[in-house]
């Protein structure tokens, strides 16, 4: 069983950060004053996570889990909505926790308000998105909303790491791992936890290090397709390094290209490079649902070849 399995919280007393979210959304779920629920934040911050503990919260007897970026359409929710009309068997609630729902569509959204609006007693909807901004306004305004903090480094090492290495009965004398991990996990304890179970039996920093820029540096053809997009090469090379990566998951492509970009620009003083960059990030910010690489080459070709055209 992975780290992440083995300690993915199960009280409330277990979440890593958002003391305060839990101690407004606690109460109103005993009281039962809201039946629908938006979490928003970072991939990774926990949202899933806290939506299982609200079932558990509420006793949940059924507990239905969708992942909106591939059961998304208006037939998906119909079916959903028609398999919550009746009250569940055991336990006090059924609870609905539809993850990335930012992706369903405006048709299936239209299917689901009334059931949101108006659902029976026993009946709890809990929406996880990273980008509340795709979620329709007749949702918003029915649901309770809560945005799960992305946890800093420091809380990352002292609540998580250190209680977790402990537990697993190893001692890493060298903090600088524990924060190596935690720097890297970008406010995710998911991440954390993956990056330290790669480290974990590592006796220096420096055997650290080199384990974890070797695993990150796995995505060679994808930063190098970063660096040549940075670098404005041409479009026929730019091809070239793409037909190498069909196959590959777009989604983790388009990670690895908004990591590197950003890291380049946040290390790099050139208010030129910031300016010329900024739109290739903003283009990169969109996670990817397909399965093929086409939406990496809708990017790379409207970079590249708008420069081209200007040549």
């Known amino acids: ?27 109103l779920l005993k009281r039962g004053d809201s039946h629908a629920f938006l979490l928003t934040g970072a991939s990774g911050c926990g949202k899933t996570t806290i ?42 609630a059924r609870i609905i926790i539809i993850d990335e729902c930012q992706a369903i569509t405006a048709q299936a959204w239209r299917a689901l308000l009334k059931s949101v609006e108006e659902p029976p007693n026993w009946l709890y909807w809990v929406f996880c998105t990273t980008e509340p901004g795709k979620v329709p306004a007749q949702i918003k305004t029915r649901c309770s909303i809560y945005e799960v903090e992305s946890i800093s480094a420091d809380h990352l090492v002292t609540e998580l790491l250190i209680p977790v290495c402990r537990k697993e009965g190893k001692e890493i004398e060298d903090t600088r791992i524990l924060y ?31 384990s974890i820029y070797r695993i990150a540096n796995e995505d060679n053809l994808t930063i190098t397709l970063a660096r040549m997009l940075l670098n404005h090469d041409s479009w026929g090379q730019i091809c070239n390094v793409l037909r190498q990566l069909q196959g590959e998951n777009p989604e ?6 908004e990591a590197y970009v950003t890291k380049v620009m946040l290390n790099n003083s050139s208010p030129g490079l910031s300016k010329t960059s900024t739109p290739l990030l ?30």
């Open 180 to 210: 190596l991990c935690a720097d890297l996990s970008e406010g995710s304890p998911r991440r954390a936890l993956s990056w330290l179970a790669q480290v974990i039996d590592c006796r220096t920093y420096d055997e650290a290090s080199d």
């Open 51 to 92: 939506a299982r503990l609200c079932a558990m919260e509420l006793n949940a007897g059924e507990v239905i889990e969708i992942d909106a970026a591939t059961n998304n359409g208006v037939d998906d929710m119909r079916d959903l909505i028609n398999d919550t009309n009746y009250q569940p068997l055991k336990g006090g």
């Open 1 to 27: 069983m992975s780290l992440i399995t083995r300690y993915r919280p199960q009280t409330w007393d277990e979440v890593v950060g958002n003391k305060a979210l839990i101690a407004s959304l606690v109460p």
């Open 282 to 311: 903003d283009m990169l910010t969109t996670p990817i649902y397909d399965n093929n690489i086409a939406p990496i080459v809708v990017i790379a070709s409207k970079w590249i070849l708008k420069d081209e055209t200007v040549r």
């Open 252 to 257: 983790g492509i388009r990670r690895v290209l």
